[in-house]
Every structure is written in C-alpha cells, then in structure tokens.
C-alpha cells in the first residue's frame, strides 16, 4: 500500500487551493529548506521566511498557522518518498537475488535521507521531544512499513523468533546511522555513504541467508 498522497490541498480557510496557491505554499515551503540546511528551525521566524519567499507576513498567514505547520508540511511531503522502498519490499525476494535486494533496500533508505535530511531531522527531533503531532505522524508512517519489513525478514528466515521487533531494531539503527553520516558526525573521511550501506548488507544478509 504505502504511504497515502495527502488530500485536497485546502487554505487555512478551507478553501481548495488552485494552482497558484499550490505554487506559493510548494514556494514557502521549499524556501524554508533552503534556509534550514545550515540553521536551526528553532530561529525560523514568520517575517524571516515570507521576505525570503517574497510573499507578505499575510500571505504566509493564508497557508499556514506558523512555522511549525510549514515544517510539518515539509515532513508530509518527504513521506511521500517512502512508496520506494515497499516497491522494493513488494518484489519477490529469494535465496538467489536476497543480496541484490537488501542492497536495493538500504540504498533506497539511504537515498531517502540524502533528500530529506532537513525534513527527517525536523521529524525525528519534534517527536523524539514530545511533540505529538510529529510522533504521531512519525509512527503512522512508519509502521507500515516496518510491518512489511518484519514480514519479508520472517518470510526469508522463519527461524527468528521477533521478527516485527528485529524489523524495529534494524530500521532504528539505520535511521541513527543515516542521520549521523549526514550530519557529519561520523567523520566524512572515514565513513563513506557506500561504506555504510554496505556494511548494513552485509549485517542483514548474515542474519537472512539460509
């Protein structure tokens, strides 16, 4: 199934928006990417955000309550990017090709964050603080997903006895790992993006081969 495609996009006063409305709001929120990928959001100010995207205070004011709703929509739209990797999980996986397809996995996983990091981080950090609108989202598009996850690694080893909880584990680590390469705190001369994938094939296929 995957991730749901949001609905009728509609103004903070209920009305659908039409094309360009869609184009200002997409305008907002890609200018407040921009402006995160070497700040924190905490400094993110309204009247910051609207002269950068050369709209008014008032104009922000249409399309979303505050930064924090600017932020979620950012988050709900990187989500969307996550139909890859059930596309992945969906195909037939066996003895002969599981190499091949771990490795599809995980670089589709990898290639989510290089994309979204801002966005991932926002999440990551909202919900692991309590905010329960970015944890609730955090779990409903997730569990799907580890869903799927824990049924194909029960599929190809019914040896273990958690599967779900492993899947739970694995995605955990991979998201910190993930996280951390792309904040650099890895060390961007000793961890290459390859190196941790591969590494990451390589746990998982020892724990899945038969």
């Known amino acids: 199934m ?9 103004n903070q006063y ?14 907002i929120m890609s200018i407040a990417l ?44 990187a989500s969307l990017d996550m139909n890859a990797m059930f596309d992945i999980l969906n195909e037939t996986w ?42 609730n989202f955090r779990q409903l598009s997730t569990i799907e997903l580890l869903n799927r996850f824990g049924e194909k690694l029960a599929e190809l080893n019914p040896r273990l006895e958690n599967p779900e909880y492993i899947s739970m584990v694995i995605y955990t680590a991979m998201e910190r790992l993930a996280a951390l390469n792309q904040m650099g705190i890895l060390g961007s001369n000793s961890i290459s993006r390859r190196g941790l994938d591969d590494a990451i094939v390589e746990l998982l296929y020892m724990a899945l081969k038969k």
Request: charge should be positive.
């Open 34 to 77: 921009k402006m995160l990928g070497n700040s924190s959001y905490k400094d993110l100010t309204v009247s910051d955000l609207a002269a950068k995207a050369k709209v008014s205070n008032a104009t922000f004011y249409v399309y979303f309550k505050d930064i924090e709703d600017v932020l979620f929509a950012c988050v709900e739209a």
């Open 94 to 135: 066996t003895s002969e090709n599981l190499k091949s397809q771990l490795e599809k996995f995980v670089d589709s996983f990898n290639t989510l964050w290089e994309k979204h990091r801002v966005e991932l981080r926002i999440r990551n950090i909202e919900a692991d603080q309590g905010n329960a609108r970015f944890l």
């Open 14 to 27: 209920g009305q659908k928006m039409g094309r360009k409305g869609q184009l200002t709001r997409q305008r």
């Open 2 to 10: 995957g991730v749901a495609t949001p609905a009728q996009l509609v």
